[in-house]
């Protein structure tokens, strides 16, 4: 099984930046199929994105052109890196690995605010 942490988080003024990370210990993560998925305050769960271990992705209709998943299976790391940010795109963000079983980081928080 995989752990897997979030890192780069933080408080970023709309139309800002930021790269968020998912590193994978105890298994590599180039096996699983890899997403970020976010939720709002009062809202529920939503995919971001995805890649498969082929390196296929997926983007919500929201983030399309505006953020891109990605991976280094050598530093057994995920990312997502987040441009042109909204304040609907505040939000808890999470990454999961998939490979039969689901295995989720703890989340980080993402605020988008001026």
């Known amino acids: 099984q995989v752990q897997l942490v979030e890192s780069g988080g933080g408080l970023v003024q709309p139309g800002g930046s930021l790269r968020l990370s998912c590193s994978g210990s105890?298994?590599?993560?180039?096996?699983?199929?890899m997403g970020w998925y976010r939720q709002a305050p009062g809202k529920q769960l939503e995919l971001v994105a995805t890649?498969?271990?082929?390196?296929?992705?997926n983007y919500a209709d929201s983030v399309k052109g505006r953020f891109t998943i990605s991976r280094d299976n050598a530093k057994n790391t995920m990312y997502l890196q987040m441009n042109d940010l909204k304040p609907e795109d505040t939000a808890v963000y999470y990454c999961?690995?998939?490979?039969?079983?689901?295995?989720w980081g703890q989340g980080i928080q993402v605020t988008v605010s001026s």
């Open positions: 999961k690995g998939l490979s039969g079983d689901e295995y």
């Open positions: 105890g298994s590599s993560i180039s096996i699983y199929i």
């Open positions: 890649m498969t271990a082929i390196g296929t992705t």
